[in-house]
C-alpha cells in the first residue's frame, strides 16, 4: 500500500468517526428547522473526527442579515 493510498484512509477513517459522533449528538434528526448554523455545526463536528470524544464540542453561530426594506 503506497503512502498516499495510507493517508486517504486515515482521511475516510477520521470523518466516519466524526460523523458518528455528530449521529450520536442527534445532529441527523429531522426537527424540520434547518438552518445555516445547524449545518455548519453538522460539518465542522465531523471534520473534528475523534476529536469529538476529547471535548471538542465544535459549534457554529451565523447572523444573516435580513434584506432591507
Known amino acids: 500500500m503506497r503512502a498516499g493510498s495510507i493517508g486517504g484512509v486515515i482521511v475516510i477513517i477520521w470523518l466516519v468517526l466524526g460523523a458518528v459522533a455528530a449521529f450520536e449528538r442527534g445532529y441527523f434528526k429531522d426537527t424540520g428547522d434547518a438552518s445555516c448554523a445547524e449545518a455548519g455545526t453538522v460539518i465542522v ?4 473526527g475523534p476529536l469529538n470524544w476529547m471535548g471538542v464540542n465544535p459549534k457554529i453561530t451565523c ?3 435580513e434584506p432591507s426594506k
Open 45 to 48: 463536528t465531523v471534520v473534528a
Open 63 to 65: 447572523d444573516i442579515p
